[in-house]
């Protein structure tokens, strides 16, 4: 499981996040919510490791992150960005196996080349591994590296659990590819794993997320249930929005409808 | 090679070298040799090609060291600094001149070109970075503006010290400026070899990490890679190769920029592939240049450098002008 506690985190005069503690745990997907600027990124970053220089810790499988160390996390930890800048001729395959980096020293083993074939079916991209990944959409690129961060956390380690942080992951894909991705988020996270997901649309949220995690101006304004903190109160006031509630007849899972600005 | 050995101003046959190493070696084959032969090639002929070999496996090792870490395909030594700070460094001994160094240590004065190389080199590398780089990223306009602005400097004053320089020094300065292999020796060929040859292999353990640095600093360090740290020793690494294959044979430019570039375009851009063909395109490739501004204007030659900006820099507008072409959205260079 994944702590974090009391963090806070400012640029200059400027508070980022302001005393944020969460508790995340494995076998929820949990998503993090909130208007642009609200530091949700932020707060996933510090998660990562990726900004180090906040107050507050944060703590996995109740070991304190140091703040220094990149290694030994990285066999059991993924981190996959809303883009990537890769702009060299790599092809697919070469791209995915850096997911194995941390596994293996000098040269990929048998198992790591198996593991990148599976992590790649997995995202449907089978038939891609010898494409050159410049040549690739948008959302295909996003594919290939859905497919490498899978590829670092492919294994289950014994006594620990994995992590999978995704940040704003869909914003290129199309619809199906979508619902493909957090599917198989939550599978992901149904299997022993703490994932986190920073997201922008709350109807997804509704659908996939087990625990939601709402942020405005560094704080948190709820945290709980998807349905407990994803109501029309909350939405209404975070992002100064009127809306209504329709209720799907048969998933039961209830759907928003935006009616105007406050 | 062995045609390399051949041409030149002094003719020499295979049957010749054959001897010479053989003599060199400790035998004694019956067969006569012409000293002069045997002298061109023992005493200049080999240590030249064997020096030629080295500076350009590690030129162009260090381009593609330099592209994997700017992220961007048209890095190269020249370009960012490197060669023309240890040109600078280089030039600043040639007219404080050796031999104040020499009174001190009879060492020191061997070894302060090529370190006072590398210290001026590291500083305009580093200079070329940090500027260029904010939060961790790279801006390539800014880096080629700040480049071209950190080479200006550098090559002015190089241009100030051989103004004030007295008539040989600036002669040399200026034929070193370009480049030449004219001056390879013994003394050259340990020395270069011995930094250079660690430093490639150095750099091959490096290969995966940079592999991963091409996904951005972030992804890089979620991957498990410090990235502060191999910043920091790939442009160590670069500075030594390039500061003492400058010190021993001039700037010589593109070679860095056009060998990596060459083989992404045979086979992808991973690195631990890219290292290893690098050294060997690299070596092949300066030697050939080196024939050519040998055979040019013969029996007097060219500066070396000349040859390889001659071609690289037509060369380099190409590939610009073809990856704008299949990358029209931003792509490489964005």
Redesign the interface.
Known sequence: MLEVKNVSYKIGEHQILDNISALFEPGKLTMILGPNGSGKSTLL?II???INNYSGSVHYDKKLLNKKD??????I???L?QE????????VE??VM??R??HFN?RPSKKDTEICHQALKRMKMDSFHER?Y?TLSGGEKQRVHFARVMA?IWEQPEDKYRYLLLDEPIASLDLNYQHEFLKIAKEVAQQNTVTIVVIHDINLALQYADFVLLINKGKIVAMGNTLEVITVENIQEIYALRCRVVQDKTSHIPYFIVESSI | MFLAIRTGAVHITYREIFISLAKAFGFHPDAKIEPIQEGVFMQIRLPRVLLCVVIGAGLSVSGALMQALFRNPIVEPGLIGTSSGAAFGAALIFVVGKSFFAQYSQLLGNMILPLSACVFSFIATMLVYRLSSSYGKVTVTIMILVGVAINAIAVSCTGFLSYIARDPQARSITFWSLGTFSGANWNSVCLVYAVVIPCIFLALRYSKALNALLLGESEASYLGINTEKLKTRIIILNTLIVAVGTSAVGVIGFVGLIVPHLLRMIKGSDNRFLIIGSALMGAVIMNVADMVSRIVIAPAELPIGIVTSFVGAPVFIWILRRQKGIHSKGGYYA
Do not use: C, I
């Open positions: 970053k990562s490791n990726e990149t290694g030994s996390v990285s066999k930890r993924a981190v960005s990537s800048e890769l702009s060299f001729p790599l092809t070469e791209v850096m997911g980096y941390p000098l050159n410049l670092q």
